[in-house]
């Protein structure tokens, strides 16, 4: 039997956002490793092993799916959005690079999803409809200093912004430093978008000038995107509309 | 009969990148709007009307597909990618704030897809691991200069970054203009992602350090992906690995 890895990304939440390249393989597979709750999403059926772990643990889970594909076994490595976004394959290579030599010929595929920011912009409208940056808020992985002057570039280039990790339990104070940040370089009206578990039954997302912007309106849940100069709400009876032009006058 | 307007992303090319959602929408159309090889990928059927235009004329285009879901038609707008990447978003928006006061109150989806640098990502590994930014190296709509600033200040921030509509055949040398702003700022090892037609027949994908890059390697179906000065290369028997870490040292 020839093992094989592929690393799927199962989209914001909805199953009609997940890929039918990630169904398929996960049809073919014999294992699912994953975080608990995206391995919670895949249906359990004969001959497929659920491996379920906790967060914070992105390495070892990891090595377990190579370990596991070394050994014949097909498997998936499941992510939620894309995995190539803040999310598991970078994780995987990075275990590849360190662990053993055989590892790297394997056969290891990403299989791209719906990543939350652009989910969450497809809810409001199309905030990232002009050049934009993603970039992670969570500092367990780097120095907070790296964060604050990505922050002060980014507004530099005028660009849309999309953060994810924005907020937790841990780090409950790195996010009202953000939107202070922004508040010296923004002005006031500039939309924010705080975009909560799109696509799931617990949904809310909200749009609301910098100026209102709390750090209690984000959570691990929320991606929150901080729209660029230009971008533009529409007001209607329903939701506003919000939206980046294509064009930057001269 | 109530008429509502969807503006899908088909993905990349593959019908295996489209989701379950944007396959459900084409199934309930009345009418497709796109530039003509986006509706050439949508099987004709009794019962739907599929409206093809040239590019460049997104603005009539998006007004067309106004027009026809305020008279009660059910229209899906298609996009390559991601519709609110580079795509008709953000061009329906426009149309939608110029236009009739009814448009506003139309039922209105964004419906998300799959987007060129996280198709092209996932064939390679993770370059888009870490912060990431993406900018439309095309000056149609914006200032030369524009492009360049914001080069600059994403290079000072360390993104990796992605290049959409890098090159065409009435533009050039603009990204030849793209190459040596980078080879001034970042090392000559840099590695280079040039990804054309990814997940179509005709894909091709390479992987070049900086100092090898050629204005010739893109083309208008190519988007191009620079690494961070993080990123990594992984060599194995077959192509390599690229990826972007995690973690950034303090």
């Known amino acids: ?19 039918p390249e990630v169904s398929a393989a996960l049809a073919e597979a014999t294992d699912v490793v994953g975080y608990i709750p995206y ?41 939620s959005g ?29 299989l791209p999803g719906i990543t939350a920011m652009l989910a969450a912009a497809a809810r409001v409208g199309a905030p990232l409809g002009h050049d934009f940056c993603a970039i992670n808020l969570s500092d367990n992985l780097k120095p907070w ?17 999309a953060f994810y990790n924005p907020r937790s339990k841990a780090r409950p104070d790195g996010f009202a430093r953000v939107l202070d940040v922004l508040r010296k370089r923004c002005e006031a009206s500039r939309p924010i978008i705080f975009a909560r578990a799109v696509s ?21 849940s929320t991606v929150v995107i901080v729209g660029s100069s230009t971008t533009r709400i529409i007001e209607r009876s329903g939701a506003p509309l919000v939206y980046t032009p294509r064009s930057v006058p001269a």
């Open 39 to 79: 391995v919670a999403r895949v249906a359990e059926r004969p001959g497929l092993t659920l491996h379920a772990s906790d967060n914070r643990v992105e390495l070892d889970r990891a090595r377990q799916a190579l370990d596991l594909a070394a050994r014949g076994r097909r498997v998936v490595v499941v992510s």
């Open 200 to 220: 799931r039954s617990d949904e809310d997302v909200r749009v609301v000038p910098l100026a209102q912007a709390r750090p209690e309106m984000a959570d691990m």
């Open 82 to 110: 894309d995995p190539g976004v803040f999310a598991m394959a970078a994780a995987v290579f990075e275990a590849v690079e360190s662990g053993e030599s055989g590892w790297r010929d394997l056969d290891i595929r990403v």
């Open 1 to 19: 039997m020839s093992g094989w890895l592929a690393i799927a990304g199962l989209g914001p939440g909805a199953e009609a956002l997940v890929t």
């Open 145 to 161: 200093d790296i964060i604050e002057k990505r922050l002060r570039l980014a507004v530099e280039a005028d660009f849309a912004m």
